[in-house]
């Protein structure tokens, strides 16, 4: 599966942003679906994963309440809404597609899939 992302943008403290992930290839609905970001000088990190169906989702502490994952098999594409965006938020933002059934948040190494970063910028 190929995975494009797209929707980063530079956003002031307090705003939202809305990142999309569009797949294609093989039948999107067989995979999990994750969010990871990864800031300068740190370790890329999980955001939030869902499931294949779409009813199951699992955030990071740092954004839970906050950001929203959600995905349309039919459009082959799962977004991640951004809502009270902080500076600490700012990060190359990366969605990932793996099809091994496991818990909904696994490292990184654990995707065996992903698109190219969308930058995010948030300014205090």
């Known amino acids: 599966v190929q995975l494009q992302a797209c929707g980063g943008g530079l956003v002031q403290a307090g705003g939202s942003l809305r990142l999309s992930c569009a797949a294609s290839g093989r039948a999107f609905s067989n995979y999990i679906m994750g969010w990871f970001r990864q800031a300068p000088g740190k370790e890329r990190e999980v955001v939030a994963a869902i499931n294949r169906s779409g009813g199951s989702t699992a955030y990071a502490d740092s954004v839970k309440g906050r950001f929203t994952i959600s995905r349309d098999n039919a459009k082959n594409t799962v977004y991640l809404q951004m809502n009270s965006l902080k500076p600490e938020d700012t990060a190359v933002y990366y969605c990932?597609?793996?099809?091994?059934?496991?818990?909904?948040?696994?490292?990184?190494?654990?995707?065996?899939?992903w698109g190219q970063g969308t930058q995010v910028t948030v300014s205090s």
């Open positions: 990932a597609a793996d099809n091994i059934r496991g818990p909904l948040i696994r490292s990184p190494g654990q995707y065996a899939y």
